[in-house]
Each structure stands twice: as C-alpha cells, then as structure tokens.
C-alpha cells in the first residue's frame, strides 16, 4: 500500500485533472481506499512506501552555479580550462534589425509555466545560447560527438524556452507518435475503469528511489497514472530504479503522453539507459569502484584508509545509493543538466557524476583529520558516516553544475566496453546471491502479509472457493478488483472449439480450468486476448502471443491448493533472453507455454491433450504420463481496471 504525500502533509489519489480537488484529510492510503472502507473491521493494513514529495529550493541559480575557491582548485588540479562562458553561442546569422519582444510581451512569456504540473516557468533569456535547430541538424547528420559536445556545454537554466522540446528531441524515435497514441488509450481505459487508488507495484521493491522533484499536486498523480500505464504496457519490466524520478523531471518540461513514449525509447535499449534488474543495480557499485579504482586511484586509497579494509567487497558498499545521490539529493537545477547529457550519453554519464561526486567529496574532506572517535567506529559505521558526507556534498553542492559536469567529463579514457565488462563481470558474480536474496525477501513477505482479495472469489465447480481466492491472489494486482465470470463450461456448453472460441474470442484475460478424468486439477492464466491468434500480421513474425504475466498452475494433490508457475522472466536479470512462448492457437487446437515441451497442449477436440516440462514457465509435467483426458473444462472472464 502505498501514500502519497505531498510537501504541505495533504494525500491525495489517483483522480482525473479536471475533478480535482484539494483534500481536507492529513493521510491517507492509495490503494483500494475504497475496500478498506467498507470493511470497518480491518485492523491490518499493508506496509506504506512513503513518497518525497521534494521541492526545488536551491541555493544555486539556474546555469550560474555557485563561484568557489574549492571551484577554482578542482578545476587547477584537473587541468580543465577557464570555466568557459556558460554558453555556446549559435553559429546561426542573426538580422540586426531584429524587432524586440515588448514589455508586456515578455511578461506574458514569464508567466507561462512549462506544463500544467510544475511551477517551472518560461523566462525570456540570452540568445547567445546554442538553437533547437542547430541539435537537431547534427542529429540528422548523426555527428554524435557534435551532440555530446553541443549539450555539455550549453548551459540551458532550467526555464529556457529551449527545454519545452529539447528532451523529446533527444529521445525522438520511429516510435514516437505511436507510443502516444498508446498512451492515450491506455489512459482512456483506465479512466474508464473508476479506479481512483493504485499504485504500480515495482515501487515497492528495495532501492527505488522515489522523489518527484516538486511536482504539483495533480503533477504527482498524473506521474502515478503514468507509472502505472508503464507497468501494464511493460509487464516484464519490474525494477528500474531510477525511473519514478525521471518521469517527474519529465513531467515538468512535457506532457504524459511524450513522457510515456520517452520512457519506452530509453527503455527499448536496455542496460545502455537504464538498469533494469535488482543484480545489474548491485552490481554497479562494484563497476563504480573499479572506475575508481582505474581512474582516480587516489580516491581508492584513501577509502581504503578511512574504511580500514581492502575488502572489495565493503569499499563498494560505499557506492550502494549513488542512484540516490543523483536522482534524490542532486538541487533541481543540477539535475535538469545531468538529465541533458544522460539522454545522449547514457548510464555511462550517470557513472561520470558518482565518480565526479566523489572527487568532490575527496578534495573537500581528503585531507581533513579523522576524529579521535573514527578509529573506534566499525566498518559498517565508517562507510555510513563517508555515505553520509558525500550525501552532502550531493545535497550542497558546492562547485557549479558546469564545474561538475566539467569534472565528469575529465574522465579520460572511460570507454563503453569497459563500463560492459565490469558490469557484466559482476553480474555473473553475484547473479545467484541476488537472486537467492530476492527469494528470501519474497518468502519472508509472504509470511508476514496475508493475502487479501477486495472483492468475493468466483464459483467454480471444478476448485473451492480457498483454490479460487488463491488464483485470484496471483493473477496480476489490477485484476484482483473484480470477481471473474464464467464465459465458457464443457458441461454447459459441448466439447467444441468452435463454440469455445465464439463464447471466449472477446475476453482480453482468461483463466483456463481443467480437471482430467484421473482427477487431476490443472489449468492457465492467459493474459491476451485468444482472438490474436487472427492477426495474420504478427503470426507471420511469430506464432506466440500473450505477456510475461501468463502462468501455468496445478493443484496440490495433498494441500489442495494451486501451485502456480509464473513466467522465467520474472526473476530474471536478462528477460528479454528467456523464453516467451505463452500462447498459440489455430480452430481445432490451443497451446499454454512452450519451449522444450508444451505445458497444455489440447488439439482436435476438448477431450484429450498432453502436458509436459515447458521452459517458459520453468513448469513440470501438470499432470502425471503426459497424456490427459478432459473430465471438466471452464474458462473464465478475468476483468481489469485498466
């Protein structure tokens, strides 16, 4: 369960913009608030995630930056140039006679924001900095090291008008306007829905990072909607740490639907944007401290000294929040210009600042004198106490933002295949540790919260209502809001494919439930609609359909409960390498998993079918010999919110 609070204590729910209005309540929880009120007896509620409603108050005016002496030494001992103007002028002509805009031109300018959900507002500034125009001419001529350039070193303030595009530009693909389109329908149907309380459920995995920047009120719960339309698109995506963040600082310059289609553009490429496993963000801090290691080797040293150890192990504990250190603790203005060169630059950049950040951290506190009380801490103190300082430096910093990226950019030599090598180096290494962790933290949640449905289990004549409230609790949480409806029963209905396909082609979810003649319960959550089995098109490219939500289940012979088995991919760091054959049909057979042998293979007509091990969904044989004959058959409605 998740609240959402905003910088002034008032919780608000996922409501449309138009009837929103502001509450009168101090908390308040956004997830089926409405079951919970109905059930005054409940007195156990699920674990909150707090949300950082943050603001973006700053010492720091937008691309000035703050004039040190710590400044000056850092930019001497890298030997950076002169800080430069904090422009790069056009190499566009300009006529002389160009008209001015007028006082009360420039006023109505000013009191423009960006969009409806930030207080980010248009300012007329300088001409001198670098046109939309000229970035879009080298990235049509795809000169990319003209781009990296162009964007490191004009420094943009956060309310130029540049901004209302420069990040769609950058993340302008073939994609684009059909990811917007999807968006808006997704929308659509979850406003449709009535479902005003839910949350996206990666956001309560350990190590999001989770700040909105300062976002209005109705700019958080549009962020929410946006999270969740991303979850339901990309089911197979369950971890990306910084992305709630990066959607906010989206939502301040653009709206949702070229936010959404942003986000799938950085999201199709993988690793190369954003990490997208629990063992890939692990990893990374130990990539981190071997960038360290290799680049600022005096850094590593003195970690080594104020730790007390040489354990890789501890030194990159060190490293463990650097997401955080950029995504949470960076001041608005600092981040609007990491996120610049992030887009065209990728993770790569994200690794320049925690390194930069750090340098920063050891010209400030490298020579300063440990206490007497350091030497009595542990290891585990010393590396939350170094954390802590670099937190800091994060929060106030004090070099400018070009400075910094000045810093970052110094790096020399940083190569993309090293970045790969490193991290790819210790994902092996520490692939089973996670993913054990990942079960021992699952298993333990499991214990600790008990299942509950929001609304009454369906009837079957095939499983009890515990096995049918058990189902229920697997399938996909924005379906656990509606009981589903029986669409198709053998017994009513005949063993026909042609009937069962009439009665069961519109349902965009099903549950499939089999009981054969030795007793034996079996059956599938399907999460596409089996009338893709017509689209000609995409059969051409595959014959598989469905999403990495489909599971297989069987009943347990003793407990009589169902045992459910979810696709490979979601507890894979590599999802897009594991098999994907959930579905397939024709007119006279249909097929659930596949992949080394089909986990319910059912052919002819619905009397006889076979099952064995399926790859897809890590499934044994469902039922014993293989073969079965079908003494029962229902398929079942499963009704989304979106």
Not at 471 to 484: D, G, I, K, N, V
Request: with cysteine; hydrophobic share 35%; glycine share 4%.
């Amino acid at each position: 369960m998740v609240s959402i609070e905003n910088r002034n204590n008032v919780v608000f729910d996922l409501d449309t913009d138009s009837n929103y209005k502001k509450p009168s309540v101090i908390s308040h929880d956004l997830i089926v608030r409405e079951a919970y009120e109905e059930d005054d007896t409940s007195t156990e509620m699920p674990a909150a995630v707090s949300f950082v409603r943050g603001s973006r108050d700053s010492a720091y005016q937008a691309g000035i930056g703050l004039t040190s002496r710590l400044s000056t030494v850092i930019r001497r001992s890298l030997r950076l140039p002169p800080k430069r103007d904090s422009t790069v002028r056009q190499r566009t002509s300009e006529s002389p006679t160009e008209k001015k805009p007028s006082p009360l031109q420039i006023v109505e300018e000013e009191k423009q924001t960006f969009t409806k959900y930030t207080d980010v507002k248009r300012e007329p500034c300088p001409d001198q900095y670098g046109a939309l125009k000229e970035l879009q001419t080298l990235l049509r001529l795809n000169r990319h090291n003209h781009v990296k350039k162009f964007i490191r070193y004009n420094n943009w303030p956060v309310s130029h008008e540049i901004r209302a595009e420069l990040w769609r530009v950058l993340c302008n693909n073939k994609d684009l306007e059909t990811n917007k389109r999807l968006y808006v329908q997704q929308l659509d149907d979850l406003m449709k829905s009535g479902v005003k309380t839910f949350h996206p459920a990666f956001l309560s995995a350990d190590g999001i990072v989770i700040h909105d920047h300062g976002l209005k009120q109705h700019g958080a719960v549009a962020l929410q909607r946006l999270l969740i339309i991303i979850e339901c698109v990309r089911p197979e995506i369950r971890y990306v740490p910084i992305l709630y963040p990066l959607c906010a600082m989206f939502l301040h310059y653009m709206n949702p639907e070229d936010t959404f289609a942003c986000m799938m553009r950085l999201l199709s490429q993988g690793h190369s944007f954003l990490l997208q496993s629990e063992v890939a963000m692990f990893a990374s801090r130990f990539t981190i401290l071997g960038l360290v290691k290799k680049h600022k080797r005096s850094i590593y040293n003195l970690l080594k000294r104020r730790l007390g150890t040489d354990d890789e192990r501890k030194l990159a504990e060190v490293f463990a929040d650097w997401a955080a250190w950029i995504f949470r603790h960076l001041p608005f203005e600092y981040l609007v210009r990491v996120v610049d060169c992030f887009l065209v630059e990728g993770h790569k950049m994200l690794l320049r600042i925690t390194v930069a950040l750090v340098y920063v951290w050891y010209k400030e506190k490298g020579k300063e004198t440990p206490s007497s009380k350091w030497n009595s801490k542990s290891i585990e103190e010393r590396t939350t106490e170094i954390c802590t300082q670099v937190t800091q430096i994060a929060q106030n910093c004090p070099i400018s933002v070009q400075t910094l990226l000045d810093v970052a950019c110094a790096i020399r030599n940083l190569k993309f295949s090293t970045v790969e090598r490193l991290q790819r180096q210790y994902e092996e290494k520490f692939r089973d540790e996670v993913s054990k962790r990942r079960a021992e933290r699952e298993d333990s949640r499991r214990t600790r919260m008990p299942k509950r449905l929001y609304t009454a289990a369906f009837e079957s004549v095939i499983i009890d209502s515990e096995s049918a409230s058990e189902l229920m609790c697997a399938l996909p949480s924005r379906f656990q809001l509606e009981t589903p409806t029986l669409m198709f029963r053998l017994s009513e209905h005949g063993a026909s494919f042609t009937q069962l396909w009439s009665l069961i082609d519109e349902a965009e979810q099903s549950l499939m439930i089999i009981r054969a003649t030795n007793g034996r319960v079996f059956g599938a959550y399907c999460s596409a609609s089996w009338l893709e089995r017509r689209d000609l098109r995409e059969r051409t490219k595959t014959r598989y359909f469905g999403t990495g939500e489909s599971f297989v289940f069987m009943i347990d012979a003793q407990l009589q409960l169902p045992i459910v088995y979810a696709w490979v991919g979601k507890n894979s760091d590599r999802p897009d390498n594991c098999p994907q054959m959930f579905m397939t049909a024709g007119d006279k057979f249909l097929i659930i998993g596949s992949g080394g042998g089909d986990a319910i293979a059912i052919r002819d007509e619905l009397s006889h079918g076979l099952s064995y091990p399926c790859e897809t969904f890590g499934s044994p044989t469902l039922v014993p010999g293989n073969e079965f004959s079908i003494n029962e058959m229902e398929v079942w409605r499963v009704i989304g919110t979106v």
